[in-house]
């Protein structure tokens, strides 16, 4: 049985066939799909929520509700896993046995600290948004100051001619 190097492609290309004498005579492109779809066998949603820990089956390490001070439980957490590692690397030198408890609570407050970080990634998107329309904002202004001063340079030329050919 032989198979070719490059397969043909798919038979989509027929529908195109009369683009350049009739650009309206392509198919709509399909809508956007709204809701829970299935890929590879995986369900997903196009909201785009981010999961709370007891959702993943995860105990939640820092308070609940609207008013968390990530700055301060972030600190928190990274202290306590600091104190984890520590007391990880005790347990490895002393009771090896006993590790898989204390690799437990490491990726318990990793999977929190990971989930802090996220959601504040609106946030950050964001100030992100907010900083490049600042840039853009600010070139556009140098950009016609630029456009000012060159125009009062030619008017400054265009009024030393003048003069020149009036002088003659």
């Known amino acids: 049985m032989s198979t070719a190097t490059y397969p043909p492609p798919p038979p989509y290309y027929r529908l195109y066939k009369d683009y ?3 650009p309206k005579s392509a198919p709509e492109p399909p809508p956007p799909i709204e809701g829970t779809y299935v890929l590879f066998g995986a369900n ?7 999961p709370s820990l007891e959702d993943q089956g995860v105990r939640q390490l820092y308070p609940k ?3 968390v001070d990530f700055k301060k439980e972030l600190r928190a957490l990274n202290r306590e896993l600091q104190l ?4 990880l690397a005790d347990v490895l ?3 090896p046995s006993q590790y898989a408890r204390r690799v437990e609570e490491i990726s318990l407050i990793f999977k929190n600290l990971h989930h802090l970080l996220n959601s504040l990634r609106p946030h950050q998107a964001r ?9 853009q904002i600010q070139r556009r202004k140098q950009a016609i100051e630029d456009i000012k001063r060159r125009r009062e340079e030619a008017q400054k030329l265009l009024k030393e001619a003048l003069g020149t050919l009036e002088g003659q």
Not at 44 to 50: E, K, N, R
Not at 84 to 87: D, F, N, S, Y
Not at 127 to 135: G, P, S
């Open 127 to 135: 100030a992100t948004l907010i900083h490049i329309l600042e840039l």
């Open 65 to 67: 509700g609207p008013n």
């Open 84 to 87: 984890h590692i520590l007391e």
């Open 93 to 95: 030198v002393e009771r």
């Open 20 to 22: 350049l004498q009739d």
């Open 44 to 50: 997903y949603t196009t909201d785009d929520v981010l």
